[in-house]
Nanobody, 122 residues
Framework: QVQLQESGPGLVKPSQTLSLTCTVSGGSITTDYYDWTWIRQPPGKGLECMGAITNSGSTYYKPSLESRTSISRDTSKNQFTLQLSSVTPEDTAVYYC??????????????WGKGTQVTVSS
């Protein structure tokens, strides 16, 4: 069974960079048919897909976040990471990593981490 676990600081200061790591077990992040994504949910708002890295290492981002967002991976550790620069209090959210299947119609997010709260505050 695939499991994902987010880790990183829960508090980030304004203007700094938010950095999170997703550790994957039960499956390789280089396996065909899957993308590895970051999603967030601000308080009182809906889910927001931020971007992803594919099994081959290509990346894509939500256009409104692209200038501040970087997703990378470490295949030796079976991990992928999120960096969000120049953060403001509006970036406060629960952050999730999740696997997206590219095989099934609808491109479902079939496995999720439990999520981690990140607060941007001085």
């Amino acid at each position: 069974q695939v499991q994902l676990q987010e880790s990183g600081p829960g508090l980030v200061k304004p203007s700094q960079t938010l950095s999170l790591t997703c550790t994957v077990s039960g499956g390789s992040i280089t396996t065909d048919y899957y993308d590895w994504t970051w999603i967030r949910q601000p308080p009182g708002k809906g889910l927001e897909c931020m971007g992803a890295i594919t099994n081959s290492g290509s990346t894509y981002y939500k256009p409104s976040l692209e200038s501040r967002t970087s997703i990378s991976r470490d295949t030796s550790k079976n991990q992928f990471t999120l960096q969000l620069s120049s953060v403001t209090p509006e970036d406060t959210a629960v952050y999730y990593c999740a696997r997206r299947s590219t095989y099934y119609n609808g491109l479902p997010l079939d496995y999720w981490g439990k999520g981690t709260q990140v607060t941007v505050s001085s």
